[in-house]
């Protein structure tokens, strides 16, 4: 078990870098110092390897909107919690990696779609209709339309067909559309939300003198 854990760490850790199609069995045996027989004795093939690495990827994302829902203020502050988890990740992130895994391993993107379906779409419909409760949020918005909408936004990010890395900060990206979901959405009293928790993001210490 424990080397099987090491080849998943160390492949994920490539993936993320360089790219899923970028990297090839040989690389892997290469960085971990041993053959590609010994890889085979834990995973059967490359498709195995990257559905064991996108298991990682859901569960971070399970446990991290996890912990988002019990420490949340309100729902803007459980949206700004999840863009600092997405800058950090989008750091580490080729964003040729949804594309890789859509193209070349169709059982890991049914995966990666059910993900986002099931679980993805459960987590902002919620923070979608806490919203409205906590009067932050229109009343009127069409919280299944904008649950859908805002998760097809957050993985365009990720296209670099779409914003090449050559162009553009997949990190701003990443933030200006999130930023512009919320002002879309948000009431008079959410918007003093939004502009408090920017505020508190570019002074965190202030924020914490203040509480």
Known sequence: ?????????????????????????????????????????????????????????????????????????????????????????LKQLNTSIVHDIQKYHPKSFQKLNQHKQEFFYSVIKDNLESGIKEGLYRSEIQVDILAKFHIESIFVVMNGEVFPTSKYSISKVSQEVVENFLYGIASLEGIQKIQYYKIQRQNPITHEQTN
């Open 1 to 89: 078990m424990e080397t099987e854990q090491r080849i998943i760490n160390k492949t994920h850790e490539l993936f993320m870098r360089y790219g899923i199609r970028s990297v090839s069995m040989d690389d892997i045996a290469y960085h971990l110092g041993m053959s590609k027989k010994t890889i085979y004795q834990y995973f059967a093939d490359k498709d195995a390897l990257v559905d064991g690495v996108l298991e990682i990827e859901l569960q971070r994302n399970y446990h991290q909107c996890e912990m988002h829902k019990l420490n949340k203020e309100n729902a803007i502050h459980e949206i700004f919690m999840a863009i600092d988890d997405m800058q950090d990740m």
